[in-house]
């Protein structure tokens, strides 16, 4: 029988379209239908699950699914022992805790003895334990914002990645505790062909991702400033010179990372680069 490796994917919700433009920038053909439940691969040897985000992590510990694409919120409440095998980067949210608008906060002691509403009880349990403040947990499976003005809780806490619904609900942000956002799982120790295909997946999953946090630059320089480029740019190896015909100048081509680009640029401008071409990498692999 043709193995295949299973990756859970949310089937209708926040994660779901970015998950699969991931795998679709991988190369791999399917149909993304979203009224079917599973469904194979054309090119590569996977089958996709479509799932609630919920029932991912535990999906994927019970071998229903090898790996899964969840909220690393959803991952650690659950607490599962899976592997965490890659930050994928999108759908950043932070869990957070909030309270009525007019509410005196100075610090996670003033929870003592308070209600608080939250769709992330063990998280939300361990924080509070760590600051020894004893208040009373209470789970919601969803529209957490509204207990506070429904007189359920004086406190909550909950995803939040623009802030509107808080502030739509009059309550106001008052401790971060934990960055969230999409990564994949696997289950520990997952070997054979399994692994194999696993591995594959990955070397295309990271070269997707790192081509998206670099960009590819051409530009003309004086030749007598060569020399300086290397410091200023890095590159892969080394950057591309070229001769070009008026033989003052070269032609130069590397790869810079998104967060260095405007000192890089600079920097070029001041040695006198003229002709900066930028543009983005669909993939890259070392
Ligand atoms: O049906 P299913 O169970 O699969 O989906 P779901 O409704 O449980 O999950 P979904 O699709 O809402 O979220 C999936 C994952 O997206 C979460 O587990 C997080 O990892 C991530 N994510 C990113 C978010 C948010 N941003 C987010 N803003 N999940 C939820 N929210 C909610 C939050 O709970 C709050 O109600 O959005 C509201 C706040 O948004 P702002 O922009 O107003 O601050
Ligand atoms: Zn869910």
Redesign the pocket.
């Known amino acids: 029988m043709k193995e295949l490796l299973r990756i859970a994917i ?6 779901s379209e970015k998950s699969l433009q991931i795998i679709k920038s991988c190369g791999i053909r399917f149909g993304s239908d979203a009224r079917l439940l599973k469904e194979e691969a054309e090119n590569f040897p996977i089958e996709f699950l479509y799932l ?3 029932d991912i992590p535990r999906y994927v510990y019970d071998q229903v699914a090898d790996v899964g694409i ?5 991952h650690d409440e659950q607490n599962l022992p899976l592997e965490i095998l890659r930050d994928l980067g999108f ?3 932070r869990l957070s805790i909030a309270v009525p608008s007019g509410t005196f906060y100075d610090g996670l002691p003033s929870l003592d003895g308070k209600r608080i509403a939250t769709s992330y009880p063990n998280i939300l349990s361990t924080i509070l334990k760590k600051a020894a403040v004893t208040a009373k947990v209470l789970e919601l499976s969803g529209s ?2 509204i207990a506070p003005s429904i007189g359920v809780a004086d406190a909550i806490c ?9 502030a739509s609900n009059g309550l106001k942000e008052v401790e971060e505790i934990y960055n ?1 956002s ?1 990564v994949m799982v696997g289950r520990k120790n997952l070997e054979g062909a399994k692994r194999a295909i696993l591995d594959r997946l990955l070397l295309r999953i990271d070269a997707v991702m790192k081509a998206d946090d670099y960009k590819y630059v051409m530009f003309n320089l004086p030749k007598e400033h060569v020399g300086e480029i290397a410091n200023i740019v890095g590159g892969m190896k080394s950057p591309t010179v070229t001769p070009l015909l008026d033989e003052q100048w070269c032609a130069v081509q590397t790869v810079v990372h998104e967060q260095q680009f405007w000192d890089v640029l600079e920097q070029l401008k001041a040695l006198g680069a003229q002709g900066i071409l930028v543009t983005a990498i669909e993939k890259m692999a070392d």
Not at 10 to 15: A, F, I, T
Not at 70 to 74: L, P
Not at 158 to 166: P, R
Request: glycine fraction near 10%.
């Open positions: 949310q089937k209708s919700g926040r994660l609630r985000d919920d969840v909220g690393r919120n959803e759908a950043k949210c957490v914002e909950d995803l939040v990645s623009t802030g509107a619904t808080l969230s999409a």
